[in-house]
């Protein structure tokens, strides 16, 4: 069973400061995985999507690295403002089997402090 | 272009009672989903139809029912609601199946009492 574990559950920087965000998923075998910023009471918005075969996407201030053997994926904060405080989230789609199945990480809260 | 959009914001619900949630997309997605979000349990899948007259059944589906009605839409239903189903429920779109990035409508925060 596909287990996503995210760490740190919380994070509390000042302005400015770059900052990494980590996501651990068990099960190598997937087909792509997302990074997703959620605002409190609102829903969820894709920041980026890594597909299998790549490495790394980027977009703005945000960079996404994906190493499939190892299981892991970091999200890159540059220059971080505090309009980038909000919880985010990884998932992953598994390619095993004839169901579609995504799995959520439980979320890092990231507050930048003014 | 108004993405994903769900109906009712809000619901109260007594136990036993019954409802549905709407949700529509305009964006010409073939995929969507419905997912409950619980504080501690994360975002889980709930059902998901990956393209018009198809619906299979997600990681929680127990209790609850779906309908693709078309391209456009795809609602949920708690046929007899139950405490256990107090959550925010958020519908899901995507072009295709997997491979595709995930939009998101703003979620329906029901209570079951």
């Known amino acids: 069973k596909q287990e996503v574990t995210q760490i740190p559950a919380a994070l509390s920087v000042p302005e400015g400061e770059n900052l990494v965000l980590n996501c651990s998923f068990t099960d190598s075998a997937i087909y792509n995985l997302q990074w997703f910023r959620q605002d409190p009471g609102k829903g969820l918005t894709s920041l980026l999507l890594i597909q299998s075969s790549q490495r790394e996407q980027t977009s703005g201030r945000l960079n996404a690295s994906l190493d499939k053997s190892s299981g892991r994926s970091t999200l890159y904060i540059a220059a971080s403002q505090p309009g980038d405080s909000a919880t985010y989230l990884c998932a992953v789609t598994n390619s095993g089997g004839s169901n579609y199945k995504l799995t959520f990480g439980k979320g890092t809260l990231l507050t930048v402090n003014p | ?113």
Not at chain 2, 7 to 20: D, R, Y
Not at chain 2, 40 to 50: D, F, H, K, Q
Not at chain 2, 56 to 71: A, C, H, I, M, T
């Open chain 2, 1 to 113: 272009n108004a993405g994903v959009t769900q109906t009712p914001k809000f619901q109260v619900l007594k136990t036993g009672q019954s409802m549905t949630l709407q949700c529509a997309q305009d964006m010409n997605h073939n995929s969507m989903y419905w997912y409950r979000q619980d504080p501690g349990m994360g975002l889980r899948l709930i059902y998901y139809s990956a393209s018009e007259g198809t619906t299979d059944k997600g990681e929680v589906p127990n209790g609850y029912n779906v309908s693709r009605l078309n391209k456009r839409e795809f609602s949920l239903r708690l046929e007899s609601a139950a405490p256990s189903q107090t959550s925010v429920y958020f519908c899901a779109s995507s072009p295709g199946l997997v491979t595709n990035e995930q939009f998101f409508g703003p979620g329906t925060r029901l209570t079951v009492l």
